[in-house]
C-alpha cells in the first residue's frame, strides 16, 4: 500500500516544482508591458476630418493693363496660396497644348429673338477660329429648358448645323443651363470652358443661383459670360441677373464682356479666344490634407512682370455634392 502512496508523492512533488519553474521563467507568450500613455492614447476617441490629397488644377490669366494677355511668364514668377498658406507648384504647364472643352450656351428666350441670327454667325465664326482636332465644343440652347443641340465635338460642319438648327423659346432658365453645362464637363480631361450668350435674366430655373455655380466650381469650369442686353435693374449678384453672371466669371476665373453690336459680340469672342490660348496651368498637392471647412480659397500672385490682373477660379471644395 505504500508504494502506491509514495509515487503520489513524487508526482506531486514534481507539479509542483514545475510550476514555481514556469513562474521564474521568462514568457514568449506573455505581451510586454504597455506604457500607460500609449494605452491611454489608444483608448482615446479619434475625431474624423475631411482628407483631400488629390492635385488640384488651377488655370490661371494673366492680363496687362490694357487687358492684353501676357504670355512667356515661368513657374518662379508666380506665387500660390491656400488659405493663406504657401504651396508648392507640382505642375507648371503653358496651357495653348492642353485640349479644350467649351460649352457654348446660347440664350433663346423671347427677349433675344431679335438677337439670335446675330449671336449663331458670331458663335459659329468663333468655333471656326478656336477649334484644334484635340478640341471639343458642344452645343446648348436654353429658354424655359436647357437643350444640347450636340454633343461635344471637334466635326465644324456638325457644330455649324447645330447652331443653325437652335429655336427660339419662351421663359429664360440661366441656372439650369450652368448646371447642364457643368455636369456635361464634369469628367472632360484638360481644360473645361462655358461660354454663356445672355441677356442675364433667368426666369423659370429649378435650380438657383449657389447651386449653379457650386457645379461650375466643381467641374473646374471657366465661365465667361457675354452679356447681350444689359439689365437696367438686377436682382442681385446671389439671386440672378446681370450681377450673378458677372460674380460668376469671376469666381471661376474667367471673365464678362457686354456686347450691343456684332461687332462687340465678335470682339468678345476673339479676346476669350486669345486668352484661351496664353492661360497657364499651376498644380499642387495641398500641404495641409486635412482640412475643418468646406471650401478652400486660392491665391496667386505674380512677381517680376508687369501684370496688372491676376485671375483664376477662387477657390475649392473638399467635399463633392450629388451631382
Keep these: 500500500m505504500r508504494k502506491p502512496a509514495t509515487s503520489l508523492l513524487l508526482i506531486g512533488l514534481l507539479v509542483l516544482v514545475g510550476r514555481l519553474w514556469s513562474q521564474q521563467r521568462p514568457s514568449s507568450q506573455?505581451?510586454?508591458?504597455?506604457?500607460?500613455?500609449?494605452?491611454d492614447r489608444q483608448s482615446e476617441?479619434?475625431?474624423?476630418?475631411?482628407v483631400d490629397v488629390n492635385l488640384v488644377n488651377v488655370f490661371v490669366t494673366v492680363t496687362d493693363s490694357s487687358?492684353?494677355?501676357?504670355?512667356?511668364?515661368?513657374?518662379?514668377?508666380?506665387?500660390?496660396?491656400?488659405?493663406?498658406?504657401?504651396?508648392?507648384?507640382?505642375?507648371f504647364d503653358k496651357e495653348s497644348a492642353l485640349p479644350?472643352?467649351?460649352?457654348?450656351a446660347i440664350d433663346t428666350s423671347l427677349?433675344?429673338?431679335?438677337?439670335?441670327?446675330?449671336?449663331?454667325?458670331?458663335?459659329?465664326?468663333?468655333?471656326h477660329a478656336i477649334l484644334r482636332p484635340v478640341d471639343a465644343l458642344a452645343i446648348y440652347g436654353f429658354s424655359e429648358t436647357v437643350h444640347e443641340a450636340t454633343g461635344f465635338t471637334p466635326?465644324?460642319?456638325?457644330?455649324?448645323?447645330?447652331?443653325?438648327?437652335?429655336?427660339?423659346?419662351?421663359?429664360?432658365?440661366?441656372?439650369?443651363?450652368?448646371?447642364?453645362?457643368?455636369?456635361?464637363?464634369?469628367?472632360?480631361?484638360?481644360?473645361?470652358?462655358?461660354v454663356l450668350i445672355t441677356d442675364g435674366g433667368d426666369t423659370i430655373s429649378k435650380l438657383d443661383y449657389k447651386e449653379a455655380v457650386r457645379a461650375a466650381v466643381e467641374a473646374e469650369a471657366i465661365v465667361y459670360s457675354i452679356i447681350i442686353v444689359p439689365?437696367?435693374?438686377?436682382a442681385g449678384r446671389e439671386t440672378g441677373g446681370e450681377h450673378a453672371l458677372i460674380q460668376l466669371s469671376e469666381d471661376t476665373g474667367g471673365k464678362y464682356y457686354y456686347a450691343t453690336s456684332t461687332a462687340q459680340l465678335d470682339d468678345a469672342f476673339h479676346k476669350i479666344s486669345d486668352e484661351l490660348r496664353t492661360q497657364y496651368l499651376l498644380a499642387y498637392y495641398p500641404s495641409q490634407p486635412t482640412s475643418?471647412?468646406?471650401?478652400?480659397?486660392?491665391?496667386v500672385k505674380v512677381s517680376g512682370a508687369p501684370a496688372d490682373h491676376v485671375r483664376h477660379r477662387s477657390g475649392y471644395y473638399t467635399s463633392k455634392s450629388d451631382f
Aim: avoid cysteine; charged fraction near 25%.
Design 231 to 234: 439689365i437696367e435693374a438686377s
Design 292 to 299: 475643418f471647412s468646406d471650401f478652400r480659397r486660392i491665391t
Design 111 to 127: 427677349s433675344t429673338r431679335h438677337d439670335l441670327p446675330l449671336e449663331q454667325a458670331s458663335a459659329k465664326r468663333f468655333a
Design 67 to 91: 487687358g492684353a494677355p501676357i504670355g512667356g511668364l515661368t513657374k518662379d514668377n508666380f506665387i500660390l496660396e491656400e488659405d493663406d498658406r504657401p504651396q508648392k507648384i507640382a505642375v
Design 30 to 39: 506573455n505581451p510586454a508591458p504597455q506604457n500607460p500613455a500609449h494605452s
Design 100 to 104: 479644350l472643352s467649351i460649352a457654348l
Design 155 to 194: 466635326d465644324l460642319k456638325r457644330i455649324d448645323e447645330s447652331i443653325d438648327h437652335i429655336r427660339v423659346g419662351a421663359a429664360t432658365a440661366l441656372f439650369d443651363a450652368i448646371y447642364v453645362t457643368s455636369h456635361q464637363l464634369q469628367h472632360r480631361k484638360g481644360r473645361k470652358v462655358i
Design 45 to 50: 476617441p479619434t475625431t474624423t476630418l475631411k
